[in-house]
């Protein structure tokens, strides 16, 4: 069983700039989440996505979409890229969308922007 | 809103110490609680959870109890060793619109020989 995988590890970029991070869920999970952790933080809920649907959404402006296809993977993007974007971002996976289910986290994607 | 307070870290001890890290939480209803662990370089691992008051969850020596009286979800262990070193998240999922996880700052625990 392949678990979460998200890519690319590491990645600079500039103010203004856009990004677009992948995440592959693991095998069997529909449903994919992504948050994103600043340094010494908790991670923080971005959004959530559910058989391609978007399923819920935290406190992230609109700058932030995601994207998911039809084999479960997931991106996420950012536009107009700020210098507090700087974080690691993460990508959970889980099966059914459903309430309580545990999700499982890929080692993340460390995003810098100068 | 919902959220979770976390002990304040570093926390260093001795191998064979006992551990406890604290943990209180807000929520309206009746939340799942969690607690994940981070090794360096690695995602997020789900050490244990309690999705209802008075639950135990236990793993790998860890055990949490969920107390809604005192709206905490302490981990504790008797004894650690120095594999356990990692940053020790509390979370929590809301019931009813529960696809959202509200996670504490963490706690980072190094064990020493």
């Known amino acids: 069983e392949t678990g979460v995988t998200q890519s690319p590890t590491h990645l600079i970029k500039t103010r203004g700039q856009q990004v677009t991070l992948r995440c592959s869920s693991q095998?069997?999970?529909?449903?994919v989440s992504w948050y994103q952790q600043a340094l010494g933080q908790g991670p923080q809920f971005i959004f959530q996505y559910y058989r391609e649907e978007e399923n819920g959404r935290g406190n992230f402006p609109p700058r932030f979409s995601g994207l998911q296809f039809p084999n479960y993977s997931s991106e996420l993007n950012v536009n107009a890229l700020e210098l507090d974007d700087s974080a690691l971002y993460l990508c959970?996976?889980?099966?059914?969308?459903?309430?309580?289910?545990?999700?499982?986290f890929g080692p993340g994607t460390r995003l810098t922007v100068l | 809103g919902d959220s979770v307070t976390q002990m304040e870290g570093p926390v260093t001890l001795s191998e064979e110490a006992f551990l406890t890290i604290n943990c209180t939480y807000t929520a309206t209803g009746y939340p799942s609680l969690f607690w994940y662990v981070q090794y360096p370089g690695e995602g997020l691992q789900l050490l244990l959870k309690?999705?209802?008051?008075?639950d135990k969850g236990s793993n790998k020596g860890f055990e949490a109890t969920y107390r809604k009286e005192t709206t905490s979800f302490h981990l504790e262990k008797g004894s650690v060793q120095v594999s356990d070193s990692a940053v020790y998240f509390c979370a929590l999922l809301r019931d009813f619109s529960g696809n959202q996880f509200y996670f504490g700052t963490g706690t980072s625990l190094t064990v020493i020989p």
């Open positions: 309690a999705t209802k008051a008075d």
């Open positions: 959970a996976s889980s099966h059914g969308g459903l309430a309580g289910d545990e999700q499982f």
């Open positions: 095998s069997g999970h529909n449903t």
